[in-house]
Every structure is written in C-alpha cells, then in structure tokens.
C-alpha cells in the first residue's frame, strides 16, 4: 500500500493547516491509546479536530457526533483506528474536512456519506475498505479532493461521480476496480490530478479525456486497457506526468502527443503499441523520462530526439527498431541512461555519443550492430554492455569481424516477480545508496547481484512507494 505522499503534487485543501494537533493531551508515556470520545468534549463547540498521527489504537467507546453540531474539521489520519466507519458522522452537517487516511478501517463507505453536501475533502485512502464507491457519493457538490486509494474498493465508477465539477483531486489508485471508465468523467474539467492505476480498468482510454485541460498528472497505469491512446490527449497542455504502461494498449503513438510542451515523464511502455515512433516527440523539450521500452514499435529512432536537452532517461529496449543510431543523439547532454537493448538496430555506434559526459548506463545488446567503437572517455560510465552484435575488432593489426557473445554485464533470464521483489530488496539492502549506480529526476537505478548470479539493473521510481522497473526481465 503505497502512502499520500507517494504521488506528485497533492492539491492544498481550504481547511488544511488552520488546526493544531493536540496529541500532547492523550499521550501517556508515549504509549498507543485507545480513542475516547467523550474525551473530545472540549473540542463540543469548535469548528474542528484535527488528532492525526496520535497513536490512537481503535475506539474506546462509539462517536456521538450530536454533541458537535459545529464541526468543519476533523483529521483522525495515521492512527490505529479500525472498525467500520461510523454512520454517526453523516449528522455533521456543515462538515468540510474529513481525513480518516492510514488507518484500518474496514467495511464499506456508508451511502450516508451523501449527506454531507458541504464537504470538499474526502481522503479515506490506506485503510481496508471494501465494497463499490456509492452511488451516494455523486451528491458532495461541493467535493475537491477525493481519496480512496490503497483500499480493497471494487466494482465500477459510478456514474454519479462525473457530477462532482468542482473536483480538483482523484485518487483512486491501489485498488480492485474494474468495469470501463465512464465517458463522462470527461466532465470533471477542474482535475489537476488523476491517478486511476493500479486496478482493473479496461475497454478504451476514453476521448472525452481530451476535456480535462487542467491535468498535469494523468496515471492509468498496470491496468487491462486497450484500444488506441486517443489522440485528444494531445489536448492536455499543462500535463506533466504521464503513465499508461503495463496495459494492452494498441496501436500507434498519436503524433498530437508532441504538443505536450510541458511533459517531464512519458511512460507508454509494456503495451503493445505499433508503428513507429512520432518525428513530434522531438518537440517534447521539457522531457526528461522517456520510456517506450517493451512494446512493437518499429522503423527507426527519429533524429529529432536529439533536441531533448532535458532528457536523463531514454529506454526504447525489446521493440523492433530498425535503421542506424541517429548521429544526434550525441545532443543529450543530461543523458544518464540509454537502453537500445532487443531491437534490430545496424550501422556503427556514432561518435558523438562520447559527447555524453554524463551517461551512466549505455546498453546495445541484442542488435546487428557492426564497426569499430569509439566512444572516447566516458568518465562516468558504470554499466556498459555490447554482446550479441557484430563488432569490428583488432588484432595483431588486422581487422576482423567477430561476434560478441561474451557475457554482458546484466544477464537476461526469467524470474517469478515476488521471489524476484525479495531477491532485489536483499541484494540492494532494500535499495540502499551503496547500489545507486544513477539517478535522475524521478527515481534512482540500482545494481542487484542475485544469487543465482545474475545482475540486475533495477530502477526504483521516486514518487512510486515500492515500486520499481526492470531495465532488464
């Protein structure tokens, strides 16, 4: 269950900070507590509560929230609170903050939530909701953020949930939804934030997306959609991060995609896209995460990715890349990581690549490469592999062509993923700075030797708790 800081970007909230935390006065000896409330009486005629991160450890005695007409405000967050949640709550009418996250709440989300038609923050997200999001909850007109992530939360999204105009936050990550996603969710146009991965969305990306000109994270990610990236993405302008990786997307990269101005991470890999990679992402000058690894992208890598001065990461492996290795991407002055692995690649390795002063990790395994290498002082260099193609070697003053089938330095071999996860959480020290061999604006790559003597390159995303990619599987 990843945390709420585990996402970019979270959204100020109206009410958020004008409470003190009061734990001071139920801490004994720094012991967990259980939460009384009729201990809660000199709060009966404020506007709020706020008691997170207070060590509470469940419920001495069920809430009366008759007894707080007034309240605004209530945080109970990162506490041990468990049992259902109480219907009670549902008579504080003029409630506007509501934060129940990080506890061990079970149960369902009580349709009596509707009541609340004053609220505008709703996180219960880390505790082990189960059930459907009701119906109920497409009457909290006055709803901005909405936080259920990290829960047991199934079924579809209802309907009712494309009512809530003013919403500026949805987080609805980390669970077992399923079902298509509503067209109408292109209502929502106040979203600044959408994270919907980790679930089991399928059907189509819907175009009505296009609307939500305000995003500037859009998640969907390890989910079962198909279909087409819809073009209208393209119509994001302020998007920042975008990650639709691990789905069954088909098709080709729109070329609208490259009006994305202000895009610092495109993650389209793991897919099943087609055709080749767009002349238009050369204009995607902010970037610096490009990953379309693990997908049936062919033709030739477009010259204009050279323009991508920002650039740190550039993973096109296991793809069907033909053609040579553009000159220009020797232009990639903030390059760190460059995988070319598994494609069909020819020609010779060009020599303004030694321009990369800054590269980390270079990879061409697996190609039809051939000529001399010269790629001069590459003083950072960590990671550097060059087997399975067909190199120009001297010898004894002669030129030969040999082929190089000597071990690179990551192995490639099949593994089960959770044995995997736990080989790599010990072989890194649960990814401890010894094993960095890189880093770039969103995660660090780290080298694990596993013992079944195979070297991995794993790469462990910043703002994704847990969460890593294999440069190599």
Partial sequence: MGSQSSKPGAVSTYLHGLTSNKCHQFQTKNKPVHLAWNLLQPW????????DKCRFKGYASRPSFSSFPDLEFIDFSSNGLFGTIPLEITQLSKLRYLDLSNNQLSGIIPSGIGLLTNLETLHLGENELNGSIPEEIGQLSSLIELFLYSNYLDGHIPVSLCNLTKMVAL????????????LKMGDLANLVELFMDSNSFEGPIPFTFGNLTKLTYLFMYRNQLSGSIPPEIGNLKSLNWLSLFGNNLSGPIPRSLGGLSNLTLLHLYGNQLSGSIPEELGNLTSISDLELSANQLNG???SSLGNLSKLQWLNLRANQLTGSIPASMGNLSELQLLILRSNQLSGSIPASLSNLKTLKFLTFYDNHLTGPISLGNLSNLLIFELSSNRFQARKRGSKREVEMNSEGLLATSIFDGKTLYKEIIQATRNF??????????????YKAELPSGNTLAVKKFHSLNQDFQLLYD
């Fill in 44 to 51: 009966r005629k404020g506007l709020s509560i706020k008691l």
């Fill in 171 to 182: 987080r609805l990550y980390d669970n077992q939804f399923s079902g298509t996603i509503p």
């Fill in 300 to 302: 030739s890598i477009p």
């Fill in 432 to 445: 401890h700075d010894m094993h960095c061999i890189g880093e770039g604006g969103f995660g660090k790559v």
